[in-house]
């Protein structure tokens, strides 16, 4: 079993609409969550860190369930730049170790 | 600030060839992350480094693969011999260990196709 799994998608949203995804985390140990944004052929960059009230940064929201071990990520109000492929990542380890998801790919149309 | 600058960005080469592979962190950053990503496997991480240290290795695929980092400012992949199987993008990152956040900044990476 994968530690960080996500529905590859894609997740095809027309622009405007909202949009939200999830992963799910098998080390309950885990200690930190993330989302990371990886745009075709570039780098992934870090969008938000999920906290564990939940937490927005503008149109997207992010939201942690320990219980359950899944993270979640909605965004509102879709433009055309956010077709990305968004990175579920958790941290397992005091060092700094990352653990990433697949990715879950998002195709806004217009 | 400059990020995180890696080279070469492209590489071809044939199997049975070294390929070195090239990283200079974020000025200040004390880790060092390499991974490789391919379209079946996602992005796995291959080894870190904490303060030129390595910590885990435990992703290096097989003795084929060997990473140093011989100060604060450059590390090197290196694949000998390589092999198709290997043909990926390969990207280092770094980051700054402070309050327990540990945003990691990537490079461009390095596709590698080895024929």
């Known amino acids: 079993r994968k530690e960080v799994e996500q529905d590859p998608g894609p997740f095809n949203v027309p622009e405007g609409a909202t949009v939200a995804f999830n992963c799910t985390y098998s080390?309950?140990?885990?200690?930190?969550f993330f989302w990371y944004r990886q745009d075709c052929r570039k780098e992934p960059k870090l969008l938000m860190s999920?906290?564990?009230s939940g937490n927005e940064d503008g149109r997207f929201t992010a939201q942690l369930n320990r219980a359950s071990q899944y993270i979640s990520l909605l965004i509102r109000d879709s433009k055309l730049s956010d077709s990305a492929t968004y990175l579920c990542v958790v941290k397992t380890d005091s060092w700094g170790k990352l653990q990433f998801g697949a990715g879950t790919q998002v195709v806004v149309t217009p | 600030d400059a990020g995180v600058i890696q080279s070469p960005r492209h590489e071809v080469t044939e199997m049975g060839q070294e390929v070195t592979l090239r990283c200079k962190p974020i000025s200040g950053h004390d880790y060092l992350f390499w991974y490789r990503q391919t379209m079946m496997r996602g992005l796995e991480l291959l080894i870190y480094?904490?303060?030129?240290?390595?910590?885990?290795d435990s992703g290096m695929p097989e003795d084929r693969f060997s990473a140093k980092m011989p100060n604060a400012s450059f590390s090197t992949l290196k694949i000998q011999p390589s092999e198709p199987r290997d043909s990926a993008v390969y990207f280092c990152?770094?980051?700054?260990?402070?309050?327990?956040?540990?945003?990691?900044?990537f490079g461009p990476g390095t596709r590698l196709t080895v024929l």
């Open positions: 480094f904490n303060n030129n240290v390595p910590i885990d």
């Open positions: 990152a770094s980051s700054l260990r402070g309050n327990g956040y540990n945003e990691q900044f």
């Open positions: 080390n309950s140990a885990s200690q930190s």
């Open positions: 999920v906290y564990s």
